[in-house]
C-alpha cells in the first residue's frame, strides 16, 4: 500500500485499515490539547512493517504536505484531574477523524450524553498506592500495584459516567509489550464510532480489533 492509500483509507475506513495495517500512534507533548492537530504518516521499516503517525502541530491553518493529514488529537492526561474532551460534531469542526497516542498502560473511556460524545485517554498515577508490592515475575507480566491503579482509573471514569474502552487487563493482555492503538470516526448524525488495534510491539502483530 502506497503513503496516499494509507492516509487515504485511515480517513475514510478507520475500521479496515486497523484489521490489516499494524499502527503506532506517537503522541504530543504536555502541551498539546484536543484540538485540529496535524498529523504525519510514514511507513516503518524493517520485519512486520507497519504505519507510524506522529502528532504535529494544533490549530494551524496551512497546507498540507502530501504525508499528512488533520485528526482531532486527545492528548493522554494524568489521573489527578482529569477531564473528558468533548469530541466535536460537524457544526463544530471539518474534521471527522480522532486519534490519541498509543495505549500501552492507559486506558481510554467513552460517554454520551445530548451533548454528544466525550472521550478520555487517562495515565495511570505512578505515585499511588507505593505501598503496594510490585509482585516483579520476570516474565513481563503486570504488577499487582498496577492493577490497583488501573482500578483507581476505573473508579474516575465511572464518576464521569463514561465506560472503559480500553483497559490493560480488561481488553488488552498483561504483558508489557501488548499496546493499542485507538481511532475514532464521526459518522450520520454526529455519533463518533471508536476502533481499536491490539498488537505486539515486538513482533508488529494485530492481535485483534475491537469497535465501540
Not at 21 to 50: F, N, S, V
Not at 127 to 132: E, I, P, T, W, Y
Amino acid at each position: 500500500m502506497q503513503l496516499a492509500q494509507a492516509i487515504t483509507l485511515l480517513q475514510t475506513d478507520p475500521a479496515a485499515f486497523l484489521e490489516s495495517e499494524y499502527l503506532i500512534i506517537a503522541g504530543g507533548g504536555l502541551q498539546h490539547r484536543a484540538t485540529d492537530t496535524i498529523c504525519k504518516m510514514e511507513q516503518r521499516d524493517g520485519p512486520g512493517g507497519g504505519w507510524k503517525v506522529t502528532v504535529g502541530q494544533q490549530d494551524n491553518p496551512r497546507a498540507l504536505l502530501p504525508q499528512e493529514f488533520r485528526a482531532w488529537y486527545v492528548p493522554m492526561q494524568q489521573l489527578p484531574g482529569m477531564t473528558a474532551n468533548h469530541l466535536p460534531n460537524a457544526a463544530q469542526s471539518p474534521i471527522a477523524l480522532m486519534l490519541t497516542s498509543q495505549i500501552t498502560d492507559c486506558m481510554f473511556a467513552m460517554g454520551r450524553s445530548a451533548q454528544g460524545t466525550v472521550v478520555a485517554h487517562i495515565q495511570p498515577d505512578a505515585g499511588a498506592h507505593l505501598n503496594v508490592p510490585e509482585s516483579p515475575t520476570g516474565n513481563g507480566l503486570y504488577s499487582l500495584r498496577g492493577e490497583v491503579r488501573q482500578s483507581d482509573m476505573r473508579m474516575q471514569v465511572r464518576s464521569q459516567n463514561m465506560a472503559t474502552l480500553v483497559a490493560r487487563n480488561r481488553t488488552y493482555g498483561e504483558k508489557a509489550y501488548e499496546t493499542v492503538a485507538v481511532v475514532g470516526q464521526r459518522g450520520a448524525n454526529d455519533h463518533w464510532t471508536i476502533y481499536a488495534q491490539n498488537s505486539d510491539r515486538r513482533t508488529r502483530q494485530i492481535n485483534g480489533c475491537s469497535t465501540f
